[in-house]
C-alpha cells in the first residue's frame, strides 16, 4: 500500500512551454526508470497552465529516501539540472510529503 505522496510543483517558462513540457516528461521518465518508483507529471487544465506537478507515492519514508538515493547518486540525473536552466523557472520548485489518511 502506498501510504506517503510526494509532490514538486514548479513553474515553466511561458514561452517555453512545449519545450519545456517535453523536457519534464524526460525528467519523469528518468526518475522512474533509476529508482524504481513511478513518477508522473500533471498539469492543470484551468488556472495557470504554467504550473505542472511531478508526482510519486511511496509506501514509506524509508522507501521515499532510498528513490531520492538512488537519484542523487545517478550521473545523468544530476546533469538534468542544466539542461533545466531556461526552461523552469528559477526558485519556483517547492514540495510536500502528504499522507494518505483514507
Given at each position: 500500500?502506498?501510504?506517503?505522496?510526494?509532490?514538486?510543483?514548479?513553474?515553466?517558462?511561458?514561452p517555453k512551454q512545449?519545450?519545456?513540457?517535453?523536457?519534464?516528461?524526460?525528467?519523469?521518465?528518468?526518475?522512474?526508470?533509476?529508482?524504481?518508483?513511478?513518477?508522473?507529471?500533471?498539469?492543470?487544465?484551468?488556472?495557470?497552465?504554467?504550473?505542472?506537478?511531478?508526482?510519486?507515492?511511496?509506501?514509506?519514508?524509508?522507501?521515499?529516501?532510498?528513490?531520492?538515493?538512488?537519484?542523487?547518486?545517478?550521473e545523468d540525473w544530476?546533469?538534468?539540472?542544466?539542461?533545466?536552466?531556461?526552461?523552469i523557472v528559477p526558485?519556483?520548485?517547492?514540495?510536500?510529503?502528504?499522507?494518505?489518511?483514507?
Amino acid at each position: 500500500m502506498r501510504t506517503a505522496g510526494v509532490y514538486w510543483n514548479f513553474r515553466v517558462e511561458s514561452p517555453k512551454q512545449m519545450e519545456a513540457t517535453a523536457f519534464c516528461l524526460e525528467v519523469a521518465e528518468m526518475a522512474t526508470s533509476i529508482s524504481g518508483d513511478e513518477v508522473g507529471l500533471v498539469r492543470p487544465l484551468t488556472g495557470d497552465i504554467s504550473e505542472l506537478f511531478f508526482v510519486s507515492n511511496f509506501a514509506s519514508m524509508e522507501d521515499l529516501n532510498q528513490s531520492n538515493v538512488k537519484l542523487s547518486e545517478n550521473e545523468d540525473w544530476l546533469a538534468l539540472y542544466e539542461k533545466s536552466v531556461g526552461l523552469i523557472v528559477p526558485g519556483s520548485l517547492h514540495y510536500a510529503i502528504r499522507q494518505k489518511v483514507m
